[in-house]
């Protein structure tokens, strides 16, 4: 389906200071794309940028990928995990990196890596295993035009203030007011730029824009996929967070994920609180 850039959009875009991919994920993309690619330069130019390589090692030898050994060097965890598992990971890492560390951005990093950790559980959860590395990618990638937009404005926490009391939905004909465009739009925009794949790309694009959306054909079979186990993950960590399962967001999008993936209310408590169990052992 794609998505949809007014010019008023097109215009504030041109001015903001989107993030660019880093010289090593535009090297490691087009080695991969080559018909037979050659691991070793893709591990050497990982490991050749030290904030990469160091994040990379960090979350494979992470509870999350559950390895007995732990995995010391690049090279290593390429031959271990395969290019198609440590590809969608290195974008990942390489986008917190290349927004730096800055203090003010610490929360809504630990927070993210919190998303993207529950989306990977809940992706082998709902046996949607082929999705896992995508599910961890989207976790982190589906806000990070936050980030951007707090950089960008000084007065945009006075908006996340707002969707942390209603939602973010609450707040989305203010955001559009105030600056003309919104986080979703800016983190897709990114995911763009950072050549993601499309479907994800997409994903982020809807993730507050759900109604009607699981019948609309807006989004692929992949993409509804992506979007409910985002969902369930954003309402795993506020679940973890408040410790109270009232959250608007997934309110507004339970009845359609439910379906998707053919659970009964009973079926949801139980696969919530393996989430959170799961989630508290990381």
Same mark, same amino acid.
């Given at each position: ?11 504030? $875009?041109?001015?903001? /200071? ?5 010289? &090593? *994920?535009?090297?490691? !993309?087009?080695?991969?794309? #080559? ?54 990971? +290195? ?13 003010? *951005? ?18 082998? @959860? $709902? ?11 989207? !976790?982190?990638?589906?806000? &990070? ?47 763009? #730029?950072?050549?993601?794949?499309? +479907? ?11 109604? !009607? *959306?699981?019948?609309?054909?807006? $989004? ?11 969902? *369930?993950?954003?309402? !795993? ?19 359609? +994920? ?7 209310? /009973? ?7 393996? @989430?959170?169990? #799961?989630?508290?052992?990381?």
């Amino acid at each position: 389906m794609g998505i949809t850039i007014t010019a008023q959009e097109k215009a504030i $875009l041109q001015k903001v /200071a989107i993030p660019p991919r880093p010289e &090593a *994920l535009i090297k490691i !993309g087009e080695e991969a794309k #080559k018909p037979e690619p050659d691991v070793s330069v893709i591990a050497s130019t990982i490991s050749a940028d030290v904030g990469i390589s160091a994040a990379v090692l960090q979350v494979v030898n992470s509870p999350v990928f559950r390895r007995s050994k732990e995995i010391q060097s690049i090279q290593q965890a390429v031959m271990t995990l395969g290019l198609k598992r440590l590809l969608p990971l +290195v974008k990942s890492v390489a986008l917190k990196t290349s927004m730096g560390s800055a203090e003010q *951005l610490a929360d809504f990093w630990d927070t993210a890596s919190k998303i993207a950790n529950a989306a990977s559980i809940s992706a082998d @959860l $709902l046996n949607k295993t082929a999705l896992k590395d995508h599910a961890y990618m989207l !976790g982190l990638f589906h806000n &990070a035009g936050i980030p951007v937009m707090i950089m960008e404005y000084d007065d945009y926490r006075d908006i996340i203030a707002m969707a942390e009391e209603g939602g973010w939905q609450s707040v989305a004909d203010e955001e559009r007011t105030r600056y003309g465009t919104s986080y979703t739009t800016m983190s897709a925009v990114l995911a763009q #730029k950072w050549k993601l794949p499309a +479907v994800m790309v997409e994903t982020i694009y809807y993730q507050q824009d759900v109604e !009607g *959306l699981y019948t609309s054909g807006e $989004l692929s079979a992949t993409g509804l996929d992506l979007m409910s186990i985002l969902k *369930l993950a954003r309402h !795993g960590v506020h679940y973890e967070k408040t410790n109270s399962a009232a959250d608007t967001e997934w309110e507004a999008v339970e009845d359609a +994920v439910l379906e998707r993936f053919d659970l009964t209310d /009973a079926d949801m408590e139980t696969l919530r609180e393996q @989430l959170v169990e #799961k989630m508290s052992e990381q």
